[in-house]
Nanobody, 124 residues
Framework: QVQLVESGGGLVQAGGSLRLSCAVS????????MGWFRQASGKERAFVAA????????YYADSVKGRFTISRDNAKNTVYLQMNSLKPEDTAVYYC?????????????????WGQGTQVTVSS
């Protein structure tokens, strides 16, 4: 069984930064494509970023390009989301997700495993 645990969320002022972490259990982390999604209150879950299992390929939603960076450390079974220049519209619960494929995806239903989420609140 694969378990994902997010951390690093919190309250930050607009223009600030946060780094989210997602620790993944299991010995085959390096064989999972990973993704970050977010869900704002009253809205559907939306794609944020994805990374392939080697870390050599990354993909971003247009709304976060140039501000967010996804990365992974396969030795630590952890994927990260560095978020800079945060805006109030980035406020949401952020989820990490894993799929046993080389590449991540921007489609939520293609992921097999999900974390419980971490709240990010950006004040104006």
């Amino acid at each position: 069984q694969v378990q994902l645990v997010e951390s690093g969320g919190g309250l930050v002022q607009a223009g600030g930064s946060l780094r989210l972490s997602c620790a993944v259990s299991g010995r085959t982390f390096s064989r999972y494509g990973m993704g970050w999604f977010r869900q704002a209150s009253g809205k559907e879950r939306a794609f944020v970023a994805a990374i392939n299992w080697s870390g050599g390929g990354t993909y971003y939603a247009d709304s976060v390009k140039g501000r967010f960076t996804i990365s992974r450390d396969n030795a630590k079974n952890t994927v990260y989301l560095q978020m800079n220049s945060l805006k109030p519209e980035d406020t949401a619960v952020y989820y990490c997700a894993a799929r046993p494929r080389e590449y991540g995806s921007n489609v939520a239903m293609l992921y097999d495993y999900w974390g419980q989420g971490t709240q990010v609140t950006v004040s104006s």
